[in-house]
C-alpha cells in the first residue's frame, strides 16, 4: 500500500507565499509523476502541476510564474511553492502520484487527503 500525506495549506492574505508538501510512504515501490490538483468550491478539479521522474514539469496557465512545482525521488516527496497568491488559488489542494509496485506487481494512482488554502484579505 502506498499512501500521500500532505501539509502546509492555511489561510494567507493576497500577495503571500505558502509552500505545500507531500510525501509518498509504503513499500516496495516507485513514483513516477507526482503533481498537485485543486478544487475550489463548485468547480471541477483541475491540474496545477505536475513533475516526472525525469524532471518535465508541465504548469496550468493560470499559475505559470506564480508557483513551483519541485520533488526529491530519493524521498518520495514533492513540493509546490506559491508566490503572488490571488483570492481565486483559493481552493482545496491534492497531491496526486503515478506509482509502480513490486511483489505483487501492478501501476497505481494515488492522492492525498487534500489541504485547504485560503487567500483572504
Known amino acids: 500500500q502506498v499512501q500521500l500525506m500532505e501539509s502546509g495549506g492555511g489561510l494567507v492574505q493576497p500577495g503571500g507565499s505558502l509552500r505545500l508538501s507531500c510525501a509518498a510512504s509504503?513499500?516496495?515501490?516507485?513514483?513516477?509523476?507526482m503533481g498537485w490538483y485543486r478544487q475550489a468550491p463548485g468547480k471541477q478539479r483541475e491540474l496545477v502541476a505536475t513533475l516526472t521522474r525525469g524532471r518535465s514539469t508541465q504548469y496550468a496557465d493560470s499559475i505559470k510564474g506564480r508557483f513551483t512545482i519541485s520533488r526529491d525521488n530519493a524521498e518520495n516527496t514533492v513540493a509546490l511553492q506559491m508566490n503572488s497568491l490571488k483570492p481565486e488559488d483559493t481552493a482545496v489542494y491534492y497531491c496526486?502520484?503515478?506509482?509502480?509496485?513490486?511483489?505483487?506487481?501492478?501501476?497505481?494512482?494515488?492522492w492525498g487527503q487534500g489541504t485547504l488554502v485560503t487567500v483572504s484579505s
Open positions: 496526486n502520484a503515478g506509482a509502480v509496485v513490486f511483489s505483487p506487481f501492478k501501476t497505481l494512482e494515488i
Open positions: 509504503g513499500s516496495n515501490f516507485i513514483i513516477n509523476t
